[in-house]
């Protein structure tokens, strides 16, 4: 049995694999849509969410399957004390798969160690959120065809975003991949994430302005401040605005330079670039879907 804590958790053929059947869900959709029939997928989220909640339901009723689960820990005996560990136990007598958001850093790794089904890390804390690198490396593939040689931009909240963490720890395994980091100096990109970088000679940047390094970016990957990983008020009100992409900023960046987010957005990319054929969050979003199916099927061993 296979959890998916990490995106490092699968070797990059085994991602390969993942994205060539994402592919063929995409365009061959009829053909999946009674593979996990009789088969539940349970929703655990601790944490808000409405993309990878949703995502993970829609994938699992897109295969036949059904759907379970909670959408707020208020909701849960987690508010009288349950623990995860007893949580999951309980959710594998319900759940054949099993997808866990938590605001505690690790928790779905606690969790996946109690499990009798796979477990699924839906995001934890500001660690990591594996299926949304998934679903960013997906859209990079099937949009630029191929998972190589680029200069990547990642601005905004480098420090707190696990999406970011998570998309730097599975671009570095690709080739020629080189690393922009836009943020201001209090949010910038953790330092044993550079360490990694330093040790393996991947070449990276940081810089505070994203006007004078907008030519060079192959992606922009774009993100939020992270409002509820701040301590304190002042501090997220003096950040929230420092970066908004906006169509000035636009007419710097290469003509298929392509602006992903995994979203939610809040005031970093202006509405008015939202037509650019440049802007593929939304495109992102539907990318999730396939390959949240190929990650269900996959870890639950179906072969259609
Ligand atoms: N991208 C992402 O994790 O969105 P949600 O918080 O809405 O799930």
Redesign the pocket.
């Known amino acids: 049995m296979r959890h998916l804590m990490s995106p490092l958790d699968f070797t990059v053929e085994e991602l390969d694999k993942l994205f060539d059947l994402a592919n063929d869900i995409e365009h061959n959709m009829a053909k999946y849509a009674h593979a996990c029939d009789g088969k539940k997928l349970a929703t655990c989220f601790y944490e808000?969410?409405?993309?990878?909640?949703l995502s993970f339901e829609s994938a699992m009723l897109n295969l036949g399957g059904s759907v379970i689960g909670f959408s707020d820990a208020g909701s849960s005996s987690a508010s009288k004390g349950e623990s995860v560990s007893d949580t999951i136990r309980v959710i594998s007598c319900f759940a054949d798969i099993c997808a866990i958001r938590h605001p505690k850093e690790g928790a779905p790794m606690v969790a996946a160690s109690k499990s009798s089904i796979p477990v699924i890390n839906a995001?934890d804390g500001g660690h990591q959120?594996p299926t949304?690198t998934l679903t960013d490396l997906l859209t990079i593939r099937s949009l630029k065809g191929k998972l190589k040689n680029f200069t990547v931009g990642l601005c905004g909240d480098l420090k707190f975003g696990r999406?970011v963490h998570s998309l730097i720890h599975a671009l570095i395994r690709y080739p020629d991949i080189q690393f922009i980091f836009i943020s201001p100096e209090e949010l910038k990109v953790p330092d044993y994430l550079t360490d990694i970088l330093k040790e393996k000679n991947i070449p990276y940047e940081e810089v505070i302005r994203l006007e004078e390094i907008m030519p060079r970016l192959d992606f922009l990957y774009m993100t939020r401040v992270q409002k509820e990983r701040f301590f304190n008020e002042e501090d997220y009100v003096r950040l929230k605005d420092f970066y908004i992409l906006d169509k000035t900023k636009m007419e710097l960046a290469k003509s298929d330079m392509l602006v992903l987010h995994?979203?939610?957005r809040v005031n970093e990319i202006s509405v008015e670039i939202d037509d650019d054929p440049r802007a593929a969050y939304f495109k992102q979003v539907q990318y999730g879907v396939y390959v949240r199916m190929a990650l269900v099927l996959t870890l639950l061993e179906v072969e259609v």
């Open positions: 808000p969410s409405t993309r990878t909640r995001g959120h949304q999406t995994p979203l939610p």
